[in-house]
Structures are given as C-alpha cells and as structure tokens.
C-alpha cells in the first residue's frame, strides 16, 4: 500500500513538472530555431553560442546543479525534523552567500571578458576580429543575467522542498518566451541584431525569478538576509557541494573544450552552431521525460532513504528505470536514420544546405545517448538522496577527461574537420556518458537492490531487437519514398516523409515489444486509461456502484 502511495504522489508530481517542461521546451525549440534563422552565423555562434550558452549559461548550470543536490536533501530534513523556521536559516544564509559570489562573478566578467575570450577559444583579434568583439560584447553586457539565473536555482529548490513543482518548472518556459518575443520583435520589427538577443536573455532572467517568487508568495515573509555560517546544516552541505563543484566544473570544462574550443580552432563557420543543433533534440527528450521524472522522485527518493528503506527504492528505481530505457532505445536508433531529414524540415529556408546535413549528422549522433542519459538521471538523484556525493565525482570527472581527449586526439592531433569532427565529438560524449551510466549502475546495486542481472540483460536484448527494426523500417520507409517520388524539396513533401516513416517505426516498435513480450508499453497505456476512468465526467470512481 505504501509503495502505491509513493508511487501516486511520484506520478502527480511527474506530470506537473511534464506540463511544465513541456511548455518549457516547445518554447525552446521555438526561441533557438527562430534565433538561428534570423541571426547570422558568426553573430550566433558569438553571442549565443559562446557568450550565452558557452560563458553564462554554463556558469549558471555550475550553480543549479551543485545547489540542488547539496541543498535540497538537507532544506527538507531541517523542515521535518526541526522546523520551517531551521530549514529558512539554511535556505537564507546560501541565498545570501550566494548573491555575494555571484556579484563579485559578474564584475568580474564585466571587467575581463578578453581575458575569457582568449581563454576558451581560438577566436583571434588579428584572424578573427569580428568575432573576438561580438564575444567579448556578448559576455559583458550578459553578465548580469547570472544574478537572477542563479538565485533562481535556488527559489527552484525551495519550491520543490513544498512539492510546488509546476511554477518552478515554469518559470524557464516564461523566460525562454520573453527571449523569443523580444529576438522577434527587435529584429524583425525595429531593425536591431543581436542587441534584442542580449535584451531578451537579460530581462527573462528576471522574469523567470519573478514567477518563482510567485509560487513561494506564501513563504516571503521567512526571506531575510542571513550569514549564519556557522548554523551546521549550512557547514554538511558545504562539505556535499566540495565534491560536487570539483566535478561539475571538471564536466563544464569538458562542455567548454568539446563545444567551442576545439571547434573555433578550425576555419570552418558554422561548426560550433551545427553541435549546438545537433545537441538539442536528445536535451529536448532529457528535459522532458527523465528530467521530469528526476525533479519529481528527488524529494520522496530523500524520503525513502531517510527512512533506510532499499527494497522500496530499488523497486521504484527498476520500473522507472526500464520504462525510459523502452521509450529511448528504439527512439535513439531510429532518430540515427529520422534525425537528419528532421533537422532538413525544422531549418528549411533557414540555413544552407551545407549547414543543414552538419547540424543533420550531427543529431544522429548524440541522440545515441538517450538511454544512458535518461537512467543517469534516475540514479544520480539515488546518490544525491544517500548523500554520495564523492564517488559519483570521482566517476563524473573520469569519464569528462576520457571525452576531452578523445575530442583533442580525433580533432587538433589527427586533423578531423568538418562533418568528421563533429562525429568525434559527439560519438566520444555518447560512449563516455553510457559508459558512466554502466559504472554507476553496478556501484549503486551494491547497495541497492535493483536492475536483477539475468532478467535485465533478457530485457536489454530484446529491446535492442525492438529498436533496430524500428530502425530498419525507417530507413526502408525512407528508401522507398526516395524512389519512388524523388528526393523531398517542398515542406509538405517532407513531412510527409517523416510522417510515413514514423508511423512504420511506430508500428514496428509496438509489433516487437508485442512479440518479444516486453510489458512495460502496455503497462504505461493501462495506466493512462486507468487514470481517464477516474476522472470521468460522472464524476465516479472506479469503485463507486460496485456496492
């Protein structure tokens, strides 16, 4: 009964954050195609791409990813155990030490953007001069949306400490819109260039800090500045933050190195916007499905292990763990043969032709990833609940160096250039996240009872069959429309291609989970149903005239 209980609540939870991210990411989709078509190349690839997404973004993700697992675990032990007032002096005092830092970062970009320019890429003020400006402009006049990106970070967590998933989720969909809208209306409208990106990026963050506020509006009184460092909840989760930060900076400087150092050190434009594109649909997927999925089960996972109950733990974590990998394993296969003439729809009239099969090619690759990606999600939220925070950045760091050389190998040593390079990159990130997964896997299995060998191998292997005919038959699909019908120039003929060819992928896949008696499909669609009868428009339960 309690295993039901738990596994409701992570449902609801999950779909709260689902609608969210889900706004979240068709607002995104929107906002970077829209931002790559309006935008020239090298104004892309320096404002968004490297002074935003490389230099701003990237710190902000330092920040989300170090405070919720370090904060999170410990906000709702000082809630339950001691009392709301205990958990907001914790809460404060990082709040506070974190405005500080985050003030002395920003000046610190506004001073020596060069500096950081010269640090991470190739772009050269003799070789390369309007490139070198546009990025040192891009940092300087962004530096501010940290403030807001970062603190947001943490009003997300307290949110998700009262189960108040949904505006915090929401909150990147609203910011992500402001961006769009102003990029939209500034270019096309008003005769500005990348200055409406800048705009759009510096006040969204705002926005998205308001709407959390919002959620939390019941709470704003407990808000006060505070520098209890000395309170030890604060000291243990500056001790879980140490390890963390060692390898989330370790991992960002891989990001770094992999998606525009190496890349601006080749002649070729468009290289860095192409592994950009190429990166969006499996984060698009990620974001979606175990991300949603992550965020929903974190708090109840500290919950379980609080209380030392593995069975229940490994329970959950098996279920939900082979459910994203039936979703993901024929999804990544088949988007090797689908993701190319995806990427020709979503940028036709937009980009060249060149530009398109780069961005194409590149999408085929790290789709790969998804099913390592989406059961890393699950477990590293199982270490953050038991507070292991030391092994799994050990194991981060290892894997992040072996990608950084691969990528230097294939790329400055042995010479890969266009398409070629972008492979080496996005197949050395495939191969060394799944490898992780696998590392993580066994290492968590030690302690928790889950993921049994011989049943899970059976279920690896028939899902492997399932997603390589799915494969096959898109490719056939694909195949036989070329033929017939001539290569796809217009829209509407593409997308007819597309539609045919995941239909047939569909049905393949539902044929083979069918034959090879993998449940978990129709487990997922009995439970969709089941969940419409309960709320039927009667208004009756499932029991209700049964007696």
């Not at 999950?14 to 195609?33: E, T």
């Not at 038991?386 to 992040?400: D, N, P, Q």
């Not at 266009?418 to 997964?437: D, E, N, Q, S």
């Not at 399932?466 to 290569?487: E, K, R, S």
């Amino acid at each position: 009964m309690e295993t039901k209980t738990i596994g409701e609540r992570i449902i609801k939870a999950s779909v709260a954050v689902f609608i969210a991210h889900l706004c979240f990411k068709v607002v995104g989709f929107a906002q970077f195609f829209v931002i790559g078509g309006i935008t020239e190349t090298v104004q892309w690839e320096c404002i968004y791409g490297f002074a935003f997404d490389g230099v701003i973004f990237s710190l902000f993700l330092i920040g989300e990813e170090l405070i919720g697992p370090a904060f999170l675990p410990l906000f709702i032990d000082e809630k339950e155990k001691k009392s709301e007032e205990a958990a907001w002096l914790l809460a404060n005092t990082l709040l506070t030490c974190q405005l500080i830092i985050l003030c002395i970062a920003v000046l610190v970009l506004y001073l020596f953007p060069e500096t950081l320019t010269r640090w991470i890429t190739y772009f050269d003020a003799d070789k390369k001069k309007e490139n070198f400006q546009l990025a040192v402009q891009g940092v300087k006049l962004m530096a501010p949306a940290l403030i807001c990106f970062s603190l947001g970070s943490t009003t997300y967590m307290l949110l998700n400490g009262y189960k108040k998933f949904f505006l915090a989720a929401f909150g990147d969909a609203v910011w992500k819109a402001f961006v769009l809208i102003s990029v939209v209306v500034g270019v096309s409208f008003l005769g500005f260039t990348w200055k409406a990106l800048v705009f759009g990026i510096v006040v969204g963050s705002v926005t998205k800090l308001i709407t959390h506020l919002i959620g939390l509006v019941r709470q704003l009184h407990f808000f006060r500045p505070s520098f209890h460092v000395n309170n030890p909840a604060f000291k243990t989760m500056l001790i879980l933050m140490l390890p963390l930060l060692i390898g989330i900076v370790f991992a960002k400087g891989r990001d770094f190195y992999n998606n525009i150092t190496v890349l601006s050190s080749l002649e070729t434009d468009g290289l860095i916007k192409a592994n950009a594109y190429g990166r969006k649909l499996f984060q698009a997927f990620g974001m979606i499905v175990p991300y949603t999925l992550s965020i929903a089960m974190f708090p109840f996972f500290c919950d379980l292990v609080s209380k030392d109950n593995k069975e229940k733990l490994g329970e959950i974590l098996t279920i939900s763990g082979r459910m994203l990998l039936v979703l993901f394993v024929p999804i990544a296969l088949v988007v090797v043969v689908y993701g190319p003439e995806l990427v020709k729809l979503l940028v036709m009239g937009k980009f060249s032709d060149e530009d398109a099969r780069l961005a194409g090619i590149s999408m085929a690759c790290y789709t790969l990833v998804l099913p390592a990606y989406g059961l890393e999600m699950l477990l590293m939220q199982a270490f953050f609940a038991k507070k292991r925070t030391y092994m799994i950045t050990f194991v981060g760091m290892t894997f992040s160096g072996l990608s950084i050389l691969i990528s230097y190998l294939g790329i400055i040593k042995f010479g890969a250039k266009g398409a070629t390079a972008l492979i080496v990159i996005a197949a050395g990130y495939v191969l060394c996240r799944t490898l992780k997964t696998a590392v993580l896997l066994g290492l968590l299995k030690r302690s928790v009872p889950m993921f049994k060998w011989k049943e899970s191998c059976s279920f690896f292997i028939r899902l492997a069959i399932v997603g390589v005919t799915a494969a096959a038959v898109t490719w056939l699909v694909f195949h036989m429309f070329d033929a017939g019908l001539g290569i796809p120039k217009g829209k509407s003929m593409l997308m007819l291609k597309l539609i045919l060819g995941g239909g047939m992928a569909a049905i393949a896949f539902l044929a083979g989970t069918t034959l090879l008696k993998i449940k978990e499909p129709v487990e997922m669609w009995n439970w969709g149903l089941k969940k419409l009868k309960r709320s039927h428009p009667t208004g009756l339960s499932e029991t209700d005239g049964q007696g």
